[in-house]
């Protein structure tokens, strides 16, 4: 009989492991970078985090001890990679239901294609690491931190990149949509909470059953 119990915990566990693993456990976590082949991102690694690039040792600096005569070296630290950006060439394609949270600052720089395969039922988030309300406490900070309407700073396409964002939200940001010499297309996307909407330089955006609001700044600038 109490062999019969463990296996059915066991068993039970196993289940619960397999039907909620995601939920609980699912999550990554990029240091800037370039993505320089076509990508998709889904729901099983939701939510994607996006940190400033990591530091690694970029070389050495030295100098002498003036009591012993030692030569002291010192490592000099440097960013990894750049800030994350789909690089030339390259789609980043992200699916319904997938949620992309920033740190304070960051961003994604489109120099290829961006694509958003959101639905009316699950969109595609864009939103601070510090918005508890998609994705749970991602920064476990049990909520201390708020988001703010500039947290991270939006997605920039520029030097000929194209966005094509399909029932999305945006949210957060300090321009949540930024285009210069590049193109766009938003359709049923939700800018909301951020400081500004969409700048547009030398760009072609359209943009359709859309909403902007609760902005501070500007919804809207051409130039």
């Given at each position: 009989m109490k062999l019969s119990n463990k296996f059915f915990l066991y068993s039970l566990f196993i289940f619960l492991l397999c039907v909620y693993g995601n939920l609980v456990f699912a999550e990554t976590d990029i240091y800037g970078g370039v993505i320089s082949e076509d990508t998709t991102w889904n729901i099983d690694g939701s939510p994607y985090v996006i940190y400033a690039p990591a530091e690694v040792v970029i070389g050495e600096s030295t100098s002498t001890d003036e009591n012993t005569g030692e030569i002291i070296t010192v490592p000099i630290y440097g960013p990894m990679e750049s800030s994350f950006t789909v690089g030339a060439g390259a789609t980043l394609t992200i699916e319904a239901g997938t949620i992309i949270k920033f740190d304070y600052g960051q961003s994604i720089n489109v120099?290829?294609?961006?694509?958003?395969?959101?639905?009316?039922?699950e969109k595609v988030y864009f939103t601070s690491l510090y918005d508890d309300s998609v994705g749970g406490d991602t920064d476990l900070d049990d909520g201390i931190m708020t988001p703010y309407n500039a947290d991270w700073s939006g997605i920039w396409a520029t030097d000929g990149g194209s966005t094509e964002l399909n029932n999305s939200v945006i949210s957060y940001a300090y321009t949540a949509m930024f285009y210069e010499s590049s193109t766009g297309s938003l359709d049923n996307v939700n800018i909301e909470n951020d400081y500004d909407g969409i700048f547009a330089s030398s760009s072609i955006v359209n943009v359709k059953n859309s909403s902007i609001k609760n902005l501070s700044g500007s919804v809207l600038a051409l130039f």
């Open positions: 120099l290829g294609n961006l694509v958003t395969n959101g639905t009316s039922d």
